[in-house]
């Protein structure tokens, strides 16, 4: 029966076989065992020499990992060239996308504009009528 302490909380966990299914994820920090070596891996009783392979566990590439990508929905590692997700079956494009929020209406702003209109001084229409009066006098005098 193998051993697994959990890489993530240290929790220790035994299984009959390692699968990967649901059970066979930490109980305390939800961590999949399936990728965690057990106590049984490498030289087995009886055997003396160093060259004896480790047993690979199942996941994107055993011990280590060299590049996976991370599920959008339960963060799990996927292989690189992995569409849905070995966990929860997500799609590993991404979540997806929002609709977009509609457009606000465009504000109308009003500008009020004054005109001002320049007008001749009061003043240039006096000095021009004593100046048409002095034209009429001057022309009934020559008259």
Do not use: K
């Not at 339960?74 to 979540?95: H, K, W, Y």
């Not at 997806?96 to 003043?123: D, G, H, N, R, Y």
């Amino acid at each position: 029966m193998p051993e697994i302490t959990c890489p993530g909380c240290g929790t220790v966990s035994h299984f009959e076989e390692l699968r990967r299914s649901s059970t066979e994820f930490c109980r305390s920090c939800d961590y999949p065992l399936f990728w965690a070596r057990s106590t049984l891996v490498g030289a087995r009783a009886g055997e003396v020499d160093g060259d004896t392979g480790l047993r690979r566990l199942p996941g994107t590439a055993g011990r280590t990992t060299v590049a996976t990508v991370t599920c959008w929905a339960c963060q799990e590692p996927n292989l690189v060239a992995a569409t849905i997700c070995v966990r929860c079956g997500s799609d590993l494009a991404g979540p997806p996308a929002p609709e977009p929020a509609p457009e606000p209406a465009p504000v109308v702003e009003v500008v009020e504009e004054i005109v001002v209109v320049e007008s001749t001084p009061p003043w240039t229409w006096i000095v021009l009528g004593v100046l048409f009066l002095l034209g009429l006098v001057i022309l009934l005098l020559v008259l």
